[in-house]
Each structure stands twice: as structure tokens, then as C-alpha cells.
């Protein structure tokens, strides 16, 4: 069962992403909030597997509450703006994926399953931009890959060709739960917040 916590502050736009993922056998949707204060405050408590997140919002906006819930729970940004500052905003804070709000619901719920078990996803949409923009960008920070384990470097080639925590598991002949964990620290090891952040912020990785 996946646990969703919706973060929107226009309750309409909650009550319809509510009721889409409420439909999947899979989901429980288990909180709403109306701002990200209450966003931060509901995910610390309720552990959710993901929060969708609206960047406009009352008290603290979306960007910066999902820097603040950077391994707490997975984010996937959902909004009516598709500016680059939000994606590219979102994206340094932790997000592991951005959506629009006229994504069509089998989309979304595909999103919120594919955030749930570990991938990342970009809104086709703004994607040509984020690769023009990345493209443009100076050389790839340097990686001290000295502080890895001979594992966590198996598992860092892994997250660089795009492989989820269940593929990780089957290549590397091991749980996936302990796949999950060894990615947790290889991000924290390497000071990026997100696989999202690892495989398309910082384009170096791949090369190692």
C-alpha cells in the first residue's frame, strides 16, 4: 500500500487528487494539508511514502518544504506552473519528480507508483528544456567517490543508468529494501537530496 499525503492550497484541487488515488487498490491517501508549514508538520508525523506538492502555497511554499522534508519522504511536485525556476527550484531541493496539474489521472497515479518504488520522473513537457538547460551548464561538480564502499560504487553506476531500487536488487542480488537503504547513502555520501538530483544535476556521474 502506498501512503500519499496531498499538499494544495486550493481544496477543490485536493479533493479531486484525493479521489483519483483513493480509487487505486494500492493507495491510501493518508493526510491532506492546505500549506507547506502543515505539509512539513503532517509528512514528520505520518511518514507518508510520497507527497504531492503544490509549489504555491500559504506560510511556506512548495520548494522550500520539500528541502525540508529531504528524507523524510519521497516528493513529486504537482503544479499549474511550469517556470524554470520552480523546476529547477524543485529539483535542487530533493524533488524526485514535477508534474503539471493537466497531467491526466492514469498518469498521475503511474507517477505517484513509479516515485514510490524509487524512480524519478520529469513532466514530458518541460523536459527538452531541463536537457538545453543542463547541457549549457559548466563542468559536473567533482565527486570525492573515495568516501563509497566498493558496494556503494556498484550501486552509484546503478542510480547513473537510470535503474530503479527493484532493479538494483535483481543486478546486485539483494533486497530491494536493501538496495533502497545503500542509495539512501550513497545521495547522503555524495550531498546531492535526490537519484533525480544525482542522474540529471550533476551530468558527471554516469562517467565515473
Known amino acids: 500500500m502506498i501512503r500519499v499525503l496531498v499538499a494544495d492550497d486550493h481544496a477543490a484541487v485536493r479533493a479531486g487528487v484525493v ?10 491517501v493518508v493526510g ?6 502543515a505539509a512539513v508538520r503532517m509528512a514528520r508525523d505520518l511518514r507518508p511514502d510520497v507527497v504531492l506538492m503544490d509549489i504555491r502555497m500559504p506560510r ?9 522534508l529531504s528524507g523524510i519522504a519521497d516528493v513529486l511536485v504537482l503544479t499549474t506552473f511550469d ?4 523546476v529547477f527550484g524543485a529539483l535542487r531541493a ?4 514535477f508534474l503539471l496539474k493537466n497531467t491526466d489521472a492514469d498518469a498521475l497515479v503511474q507517477a505517484v507508483r513509479l516515485v514510490a518504488r524509487g524512480d524519478g520522473l520529469i513532466s514530458p513537457s518541460v523536459t527538452r528544456r531541463l536537457i538545453a538547460a543542463f547541457a549549457r551548464t559548466s563542468e559536473p561538480k567533482p565527486y570525492d ?25 535483481r ?22 537530496r535526490s537519484r533525480v538530483q544525482a542522474a540529471i544535476l550533476y551530468p558527471g556521474l554516469d562517467a565515473f
Open 19 to 28: 479521489l483519483i488515488l483513493e480509487g487505486q487498490a494500492d493507495m491510501e
Open 32 to 37: 491532506e494539508a492546505a500549506d507547506g508549514e
Open 60 to 68: 511556506l511554499d512548495g520548494i522550500s518544504a520539500t528541502r525540508e
Open 83 to 86: 517556470l524554470d525556476e520552480y
Open 94 to 97: 530533493g524533488a524526485s519528480g
Open 145 to 169: 567517490l573515495g568516501v563509497l564502499t566498493p558496494r556503494e560504487r556498484e550501486v552509484l553506476a546503478c542510480v547513473a543508468r537510470g535503474l530503479s531500487n527493484a532493479e538494483i536488487a
Open 171 to 192: 543486478e546486485l542480488d539483494m533486497t530491494e529494501a536493501t538496495a533502497k537503504t545503500h542509495v539512501s547513502r550513497v545521495l547522503g555520501k555524495l550531498g546531492v
